[in-house]
């Protein structure tokens, strides 16, 4: 089984950041983890005049390589980061311009990586995750939620032992 990671934040090297390379860590399986960080994607556009950035040859990868699509991002004012939410904005392009990429997400487990200042994450903001990957038709494993009230909290996945075997099955 191949995992595909898709981490939007803006620090590399922060919390959520740390909570995924501890996931790779203990992960049995294959792991590519993409920084939206390091690609050009430009927001959704009703003309399509985006196309040259990296958004396809991104996409594409993370479709064909892998049988789980995981989103990995902090919470910012109940949402996703910006850049995993211009990122989601970009999957509109796989049912309009390249329906047949698109078609190749039925099925495909998805879930979600994040982490936030409360004790719980708002309903609000994993149901942005859950409603997409079910217009996808996606099949949704579930999240991974480590509160972090300090700027440098020590995350741990072993705790979510659970919730990972789901993410590997």
């Known amino acids: 089984m191949r995992i595909a990671i898709v981490l939007g934040t803006s620090r590399c090297e922060g919390n959520t950041a740390k909570l995924v390379n501890d996931f790779i860590s203990n992960c049995e399986h294959h792991v590519s983890l993409y920084l939206l960080s390091d690609f050009h994607i430009l927001p959704y556009d009703y003309k399509f005049a985006n196309q040259t950035d990296d958004f396809s040859t991104l996409i594409d990868e993370v479709v064909t390589k892998h049988d789980v699509i995981l989103l990995a991002s902090p919470i ?24 047949p990429l698109g078609r190749q997400l ?5 879930g979600v990586i994040a982490t936030g200042v409360d004790e719980q994450p708002t309903h609000c903001f994993e149901q942005i995750f859950s ?4 217009y996808l038709n996606m099949r949704y494993l579930g999240m991974i939620y480590e509160p972090c009230p300090e700027d440098d909290c020590n995350v741990k996945i072993k705790q979510y032992e659970s919730l990972i075997q789901r993410f590997q099955e």
Do not use: C
């Open 76 to 99: 910012y004012w109940y949402s996703p980061s910006a850049q995993m939410k211009v990122f989601m904005d970009r999957l509109t392009d796989l049912l309009e311009i390249n329906k």
């Open 131 to 134: 409603l997409t990957f079910k």
């Open 106 to 110: 039925k099925g495909k487990a998805a």
